[in-house]
């Protein structure tokens, strides 16, 4: 049986594991951090420890709490963009599918899961600075996820032939966070939809 200095030093020796599972063993370590303290305050001596490494095995990865919190909210992105593709209801529905994925961020915030409260609770004053930071790279994943659909949806003329994926994806992505805003966050699920057909669909369904 390994010692619990050998378990704590896995990172220390490379052929234990590539570097994907690495960074993925510090990002749950992050998550359950985040979830712990209930904001994105969390010390990088805390990650460590949650992952059973030494600090500089989180250095090597994540320079920097703003790079691991980018690697952490990136990662979520990308699974929940995979999850939502296969959850459609009507993925050959261009307005509803795009109500739904604008609509979706405000609705797993407001869900009960830890990771999300804290990553929007109030205390969690970086995590704007993460996102825009991580802004294209956020495009590119919900892009990357979206390019079929939104190929279905301009070849069958249900949205505007000239629309550019990233810049629509970039109008999505505000639209969301608009709505995860204070004076947005709590208002009703029927008045977010209202806002969002109003003022977002009416510029990309014809």
Not at 78 to 107: G, K
Not at 146 to 158: H, I, T
Not at 190 to 195: C, E, I, L, P, Y
Request: with cysteine; net charge positive.
């Amino acid at each position: 049986m390994p010692t619990s200095r050998a378990r704590r030093n896995w990172g220390d020796d490379r052929a234990l594991l590539n570097d994907e599972e690495a960074r993925d063993r510090l990002l749950d370590a992050a998550e359950r951090c985040v979830a712990r303290r209930g904001d994105t305050q969390i010390r990088m001596s805390e990650v460590a420890d949650a992952a059973n490494v030494v600090r500089s095995t989180v250095y090597r990865y994540y320079p920097s709490r703003d790079d691991l919190l980018l690697g952490l909210v990136l990662r979520r992105v990308d699974r929940a963009c995979t999850r939502w593709i296969r959850e459609l209801r009507r993925p050959q529905d261009a307005a509803a599918s795009i109500r739904e994925r604008v609509l979706l961020p405000a609705a797993s915030v407001d869900s009960g899961d830890p990771v999300n409260l804290a990553l929007y609770a109030g205390e969690s004053t970086g995590l704007a600075t993460v996102l825009e930071a991580g802004a294209q790279s956020v495009t590119e994943i919900v892009a990357g996820n979206l390019k079929p659909l939104f190929k279905a949806w301009k070849d069958e003329g249900q949205i505007y032939p000239d629309l550019d994926l990233n810049e629509t994806v970039q109008w999505m992505s505000a639209t969301s966070s608009f709505l995860l805003t204070p004076t947005w966050r709590h208002r009703s699920p029927a008045a977010k939809r209202r806002f969002v057909d109003r003022y977002l669909l009416r510029a990309l369904i014809r």
